[in-house]
């Protein structure tokens, strides 16, 4: 069983930077699809970023291009999510979702849909103020 440890969460001013990390043991990420999702209070869960293992590729909602980049270290098993410039709109829970890749169809739009995503990490804050 795949287990999911976020951290990196924290308070961050306007413009400031955070790299979140995504820690997975008991299952190598290979031949999967890692995705960072955000639930602000009163919204609905997002996708914000995604890398498929595989081949690297990787695929952002509009509102994060330019600020935010996923990458993987294969050798640690993690993945991070590097966060620049932020706004106070990126205040959310952000977590952590590791999906098999037979789940996915190759398109972007399936990148974003929780339900392919079999595992899930509990979650870390980021709060942008000030």
């Known amino acids: 069983q795949l287990q999911l440890v976020e951290s990196g969460g924290g308070l961050v001013r306007p413009g400031g930077s955070l790299r979140l990390s995504c820690a997975a043991s008991g299952l190598t990420l290979d031949y999967m699809h890692i995705a960072w999702f955000r639930q602000a209070p009163g919204k609905e869960r997002e996708g914000v970023s995604c890398?498929?293992?595989?081949?690297?590729?990787?695929h952002y909602i509009d509102s994060v291009k330019g600020r935010f980049t996923i990458s993987r270290d294969s050798a640690k098993n993690t993945v991070y999510l590097q966060m620049n410039n932020l706004k106070p709109e990126d205040t959310a829970v952000y977590y952590c979702?590791?999906?098999?890749?037979?789940?996915?169809?190759?398109?972007?739009?399936?990148?974003?849909?929780?339900?392919?995503?079999?595992?899930w990490g509990q979650g870390t804050q980021v709060t942008v103020s000030g």
């Open positions: 890398i498929i293992t595989r081949d690297g590729i990787t």
């Open positions: 979702a590791a999906g098999k890749s037979p789940n996915f169809d190759g398109t972007p739009d399936t990148s974003w849909e929780a339900f392919r995503y079999d595992f």
